[in-house]
C-alpha cells in the first residue's frame, strides 16, 4: 500500500495535518500508526464499585496480617516432626509416611548433620517415572535410598527442585513470597542451634496450614465478596483432565508436565466432575514397592484410596473467596474444582492460587 492509498482512507483534516511539510508534488507519508492513533477509541477506566473497594481493604488487611505473623505462630501448641536420615531406603520412607498418614518429611545428612532438603510426593513421582523408563531395573530402584534421589532426578532429566527453607521468625509474608517464587507447597522451617550453630530443623509450614491460619483470625475476609467470574485467579483453559479408564500412568505423566498438584477425572461424553487424581494418591499406588498398581487405570486407582480422603470439594464461578475461605475455615480443603450448573468443569482453583491472589493482587498499588 503506498502512502496514497493509506491518506485516501484519512479524514481530510489528518491529511492536511501531515501533509503540511510535505512538498505539493510529493504524496503525504502517513504512518500506520498514525492513522491507528486516531481511530482508536479512547476507554475510559471504568470506575471502582464499592465492592471493588472492601475487596482491596480486605487484601491489604491479609498482608499487613502476614506481615506482623512468623511461621512459628502457624505451629500448633504440640506436633510431631518425622525427619528421614538420607540413608534411608526410599521404600522404607514411603511406608513410614503411610503409617504416619503425612506426605513429606524434611531430609537429614547425618554424614555432614546438614539438612538435606525436604522429601515430598515429587520425589516418588520421579521414582517412579525412573522405573516406567527402566522396568528391567526394579531390583536396582527397590535399594534406592533418599540420598540417591537427586541422581534420579539427572537420570529421568527434570530439572531439580530448589530447596528452599525460611527461619520460623521471619514474617509468613516472606515464607509466602519464597512459595510463589520457588512454586513450593511447603517449605521447611530451618533454625540455628544457639549452642552448636548448626541448623535444625524445626517444622515444615505448608499452604494449606497458612490459609487456615488467615481463614481463622482475619475477619475482614467476609469483604472479599467479588465472585470468582470477575476475579483473576485459578486457572480456567488448558486443563488437564482424564477419564476412570484413561491409565493411571498418564495421568502420573501429566502432574510432572505441568507440574500440577491434581487432575479433574470427568465422565466420558458428558463432561461432568466425577472424582479428583490429586498427586498424593500415588503414594497408595507404590506402598510396599509394588509397582504392579502402575498399570491400572484411574479407576481401579482411585479405588484404593484410603478411608481418610478428605474429599473433594466443588464451587462455581458465583462464589467469592468469602465462602471459599469459609470452607478452608472448616474442611481440608487443598484444591476447589469450578463447576457450572450440570457439573461440568469450568476451572481449578488451588490454594497456590488462592494464595498468589492475596499476594499480590493491586500489590503495585500499594
Ligand atoms: P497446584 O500445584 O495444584 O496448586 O497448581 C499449580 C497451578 O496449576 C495453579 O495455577 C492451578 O490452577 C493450575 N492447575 C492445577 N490443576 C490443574 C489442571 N488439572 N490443569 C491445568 N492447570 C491446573
Known amino acids: 500500500m503506498s502512502g496514497a492509498d493509506i491518506a485516501d482512507s484519512v479524514t481530510p483534516a489528518s491529511i492536511n495535518a501531515t501533509a503540511s511539510d510535505v512538498p505539493q508534488d510529493q504524496p503525504a507519508f502517513v504512518a500506520p500508526r498514525t492513522y491507528l492513533e486516531q481511530v482508536r477509541p479512547i476507554i475510559p477506566p471504568k470506575p471502582l464499585t464499592a465492592m471493588d473497594w472492601e475487596q482491596m481493604e480486605a487484601l491489604k488487611t491479609i498482608r499487613a496480617f502476614l506481615k506482623v505473623r512468623t511461621s512459628y505462630d502457624v505451629l500448633p501448641l504440640s506436633f510431631r516432626l518425622i525427619v528421614f536420615d538420607t540413608s534411608l531406603l526410599v521404600k522404607k520412607s514411603l511406608n513410614i509416611l503411610i503409617q504416619n498418614g503425612i506426605v513429606s518429611a524434611p531430609l537429614w545428612d547425618s554424614k555432614t548433620s546438614t539438612f538435606a532438603g525436604l522429601l515430598t510426593t515429587s520425589d516418588y513421582i520421579n521414582v517412579i517415572q525412573y522405573y516406567w523408563q527402566n522396568p528391567d531395573a526394579l ?7 533418599l540420598n540417591s534421589l537427586r541422581d534420579i532426578e539427572k537420570a529421568i532429566g527434570v530439572t531439580p527442585i530448589e530447596t ?5 521468625d521471619r514474617p509468613l509474608y516472606e515464607a509466602c513470597r519464597k512459595m510463589l517464587e520457588s512454586r513450593a507447597r511447603r517449605i521447611p522451617l530451618v533454625d540455628v542451634d544457639d549452642e552448636t550453630h548448626r541448623a535444625m530443623v524445626v517444622s515444615v509450614v505448608t499452604q494449606y496450614r497458612i ?4 481463614a481463622v483470625n ?9 465472585p470468582l467470574k470477575d476475579l483473576n485467579v485459578g486457572t480456567y483453559s488448558n486443563l488437564a483432565t482424564a477419564y476412570m479408564d484413561t491409565p493411571v ?3 502420573i505423566h501429566a502432574l510432572v508436565k505441568k507440574n500440577i498438584s491434581s487432575v479433574p477425572i470427568l465422565e466420558k461424553d458428558v463432561g461432568s466432575v466425577v472424582n479428583v487424581f490429586e498427586a498424593v494418591d500415588v503414594i497408595t499406588l507404590i506402598k510396599g514397592g509394588n509397582y504392579d498398581d502402575l498399570n491400572l487405570s484411574v479407576g481401579e486407582a482411585l479405588l484404593k484410596r484410603s478411608d481418610e480422603f478428605a474429599g473433594i470439594y466443588t464451587c462455581s464461578m458465583n462464589d467469592s473467596l468469602a465462602t471459599i475461605f469459609e470452607q478452608i475455615r472448616k474442611s481440608r480443603v487443598h484444591r476447589l474444582v469450578v463447576i457450572d450448573e450440570e457439573s461440568k468443569l469450568k476451572g481449578v482453583l488451588t490454594l497456590s492460587d488462592i494464595l498468589e491472589y492475596i499476594l499480590l493482587e493491586g500489590e503495585e498499588n500499594e
Open 139 to 145: 531390583a536396582r530402584v527397590d535399594q534406592f535410598r
Open 249 to 251: 500412568m498418564d495421568v
Open 164 to 168: 528452599v527453607s525460611i527461619h520460623p
Open 211 to 214: 490459609l487456615k491460619f488467615v
Open 218 to 226: 482475619v475477619k475482614e475476609l467476609q469483604k472479599l465478596r467479588k
